[in-house]
């Protein structure tokens, strides 16, 4: 059996996983990672210093359950579970 091995590992008190399909995305050259949060917040986390990228806090007004980036890497969308979908840009 293969085994896997944690190589990074991200946390900030601003997430909430909001349920057991919350979806995260990577970004098309890896940098970034985008996760929403239960409390409707939005949190880019860079990859390389692992530090917090950017938050948008209290755009959607439920539980964010997906995210998806652009193929180009230069947005990203993320859906509540309302079906509220917002697309970023940098």
Request: include cysteine; charged fraction near 20%; charge should be positive.
């Amino acid at each position: 059996m293969r085994m896997m091995k944690e190589v990074q590992k991200f946390y900030h008190d601003n997430y909430r996983c909001s349920s057991n399909t919350n979806r995260l995305a990577v970004s098309p050259n890896g940098r970034y990672v985008v996760v929403g949060s239960q409390n409707g917040n939005v949190i880019v986390y860079d990859t390389k210093t692992q530090d917090i990228e950017e938050i948008y806090e209290h755009q959607h007004k439920t539980a964010v359950v997906s995210c998806e980036w652009q193929p180009r890497g230069n947005k990203f969308a993320t859906i509540d579970n309302l079906g509220s979908l917002f697309i970023w840009s940098n």
